[in-house]
């Protein structure tokens, strides 16, 4: 036996093991004197009264050590409440990172059934008359549920009457209780119940129970549940908290959104995301002016779509909506789509033709790719802008226009400018108001609505498709150089080629896949924090797809509920 | 299916790495394009939607071809 261990054997024993040694050697004495009578009898004599003294001596350690414990088992109750506090601070913030209700309570009363060794255990939610709401169990027999459930509704009822903690070592003592089913029946002997209370707020109550009548919940018990059960206030509070600010939140920007669709008729424009609406925001404010306007954004972001809403949207509604694409005509082709002709201006002009600028009288004129545009042309359009007056070729005659210019491009303006290809007076006549429209790179929260609206423009009636969670994960990752256009081509191909209702990965044009498993679709000429930026949100919304709740997602992330929203909300990503 | 504007192009290629090269380089000019990496995809496509375009680039690249195709209805 090491010193470490003989220390922990109480006296009571060490005793026993000395008498068990004096009585070997009084054995030998005996042995000895066992031709003595006489001697013998004082041997005997002695050894009684020696063994008298140690049994005395055993006796009063025993009761020494039954009235104060040994600084061994001291120091063993200081290590199992150190033991308990560490459960408690862990749990906590566990508790802190829950975000739904139902599972940080499935938590808690699993700790704290397996903590203080309870048969089973309650956690109970009450409304404003105390009334149970909800119920979360832990080890119930569902063949004993209704009397045990009873026998606890009662227990937990009394601590909420008496908003204190209980405690009874023996129901069968208690008059309230002893004669229900379930304290006979289960031979349910202790149980503790502390109410979940913040200030005057009652939130229910948690609730344990033992069955062993040798081994009833102690004070220290007691103290530990209570300090639990402030955890789990803490968590439940926080938890509505979230909760309320999620729906504050989610339905600010559905809510706001709703509103903006409902003022500004925009419904072949798709999204949700918090850049669209912005975008939406500004046309709504812009479509009741006159102001020109200069559309920004890559090829497909649906320029020509957001300048028809505006249009739509504007008090010149009632007239025509004048679209050209300055890039697609030839430049002395496109003077003559503008201004129109008279008969005999060049060869082939047999009859008179008024110009796009002229049939656009009393609306609006969008000039798409306006960067494409002659300097020549661009010299004319400026005294037109400024004039509002135009000539026909081979007129001399000017005509007063009220056209209102909306013009889209994108190419890189002012850097045209500076390289002389653009003229910088026009450019700032055309551009009053600029809005920019986002590459779908940078709106990925908006691929699923998206997705959804081509399925149900190109699905068959009687045929509804959708793509798996895979394949949208890969829809969501891929740039999309070509934007809404592309994605548009690439979900009727699916369509199409489609042998199933569901689109699988397998179904998508293989070369938006490659991309995938070779490089991230980040975009190359990003500043370092605009390309983490990116791929944090791509990697957000990716965890935000393989889990069915935000609180999955965020425990993946490795990250508690406040800082997974804060971050939704870094990332434009709607909650 | 509804009725929606004609595709641009259709490209036929049985190397993806090009594939996705062709892709990119097209719809950032705007246009609309479809993709096959083999010609019976090709012919599925074309049987249900109306393309302007095609391009077949899946014996050698010397032989890649440009035809335009009828815009009727039935097209291709």
């Known amino acids: ?575 | 299916m509804k009725k929606s504007q004609p595709i641009d192009f259709l490209i036929i290629d049985n190397n993806t790495n090009e594939l996705r090269k062709l892709r990119e380089l097209l719809v950032k000019e705007g246009y609309s394009i479809l993709t096959a990496t083999s010609r019976s995809t090709a012919r599925d496509l074309i049987g249900k939607i109306k393309i302007r375009y095609l391009l077949d680039k899946i014996e050698e690249d010397s032989e890649s071809t440009v035809d335009p195709m009828n815009q009727g209805d039935d097209a291709c």
């Open chain 1, 1 to 575: 036996m090491t010193q470490s261990q003989t220390d922990k054997v109480p006296v009571s024993k060490k005793i026993d093991e000395i008498i068990s040694a004096f009585t070997k050697d009084f054995l030998e004495l005996a042995n000895h004197t066992k031709n003595d009578p006489a001697l013998a009898s004082r041997v005997q004599k002695v050894f009684i009264s020696i063994l008298g003294y140690f049994r005395g001596l055993q006796a009063d350690f025993v009761i020494m050590e039954k009235n104060h414990p040994s600084e061994n088992r001291q120091l063993e109750i200081l290590l199992e409440e150190k033991r308990r506090l560490e459960t408690l601070y862990t749990t906590g913030i566990y508790f802190l990172s829950e975000m739904e209700m139902k599972k940080l309570l499935e938590k808690a009363l699993d700790t704290v059934v397996n903590e203080l060794k309870a048969d089973e255990g309650f956690i109970v939610l009450t409304d404003d008359q105390l009334n149970f709401e909800n119920i979360v169990t832990k080890n119930m027999d569902d063949n004993v549920h209704h009397s045990a459930k009873e026998m606890s509704t009662s227990v937990i009822k009394n601590a909420l009457q008496r908003l204190k903690p209980v405690k009874f070592d023996d129901l069968k003592t208690e008059n309230d209780f002893a004669q229900q089913n379930s304290v006979i029946s289960l031979g349910l002997k202790s149980t503790i119940c502390v109410p979940l209370i913040s200030g005057k707020v009652v939130f229910g109550a948690v609730y344990l129970d033992r069955r062993q009548k040798e081994n009833p919940f102690t004070e220290s018990d007691l103290k530990y549940l209570i300090s639990f059960a402030k955890q789990i206030v803490k968590g439940i509070e926080i938890s509505e908290e979230i909760q309320t600010l999620e729906n504050e939140l989610q339905s600010d920007l559905t809510v706001k959104f709703k509103e903006l669709r409902n003022s500004f008729f925009s419904g072949d424009i798709i999204g949700r995301s918090r850049k669209l609406y912005e975008v939406l925001r500004v046309s709504e404010k812009v479509s009741k002016t006159n102001v020109n306007l200069l559309i920004l954004g890559e090829n497909g972001t649906g320029k020509d779509l957001l300048a028809q809403a505006i249009h739509l949207n504007s008090p010149r509604k009632s007239k025509p909506f004048i679209a050209i694409n300055c890039g697609a005509i030839p430049a002395d082709l496109l003077e003559s789509e503008l201004f129109g002709y008279e008969s005999g201006a060049f060869t082939g002009a047999t009859k008179s033709k008024p110009g796009r600028l002229e049939l656009a009288e009393g609306g609006t004129i969008f000039l798409d790719e306006i960067g494409e545009m002659s300097q020549n042309l661009q010299a004319k359009l400026l005294r037109v802008i400024q004039t509002h007056e135009i000539e026909r070729l081979g007129s001399t005659n000017t005509r007063k226009i009220d056209v209102r210019f909306i013009s889209a491009t994108n190419k890189n303006l002012t850097e045209m400018i500076e390289n002389r290809e653009f003229r910088e007076d026009l450019y700032y006549r055309l551009k009053v108001i600029e809005i920019k429209l986002s590459p779908l790179r940078e709106r990925k929260e908006d691929i699923e609505l998206l997705v959804e609206y081509f399925m149900e423009k190109y699905s068959l009636d009687d045929e509804q498709h959708f793509f798996t969670a895979e394949a949208m994960n890969v829809l969501e990752e891929y740039g999309w150089p070509g934007n809404i256009r592309e994605l548009e081509n690439v979900v009727q191909r699916c369509i199409v080629l489609a042998k199933a209702k569901e689109i699988d990965v397998d179904d998508l044009p293989p070369e938006i896949i490659e991309v995938r498993s070779e490089e991230v679709a980040i975009k190359p000429g990003l500043t370092l924090q605009e390309a983490e930026h990116e791929f944090r949100k791509m990697y957000v919304l990716k965890t935000l797809r393989k889990f069915s709740t935000k609180s999955e997602a965020a425990k993946a992330l490795g990250v508690n509920r406040t800082h997974f929203y804060k971050l939704l909300s870094q990332l434009d990503i709607p909650y």
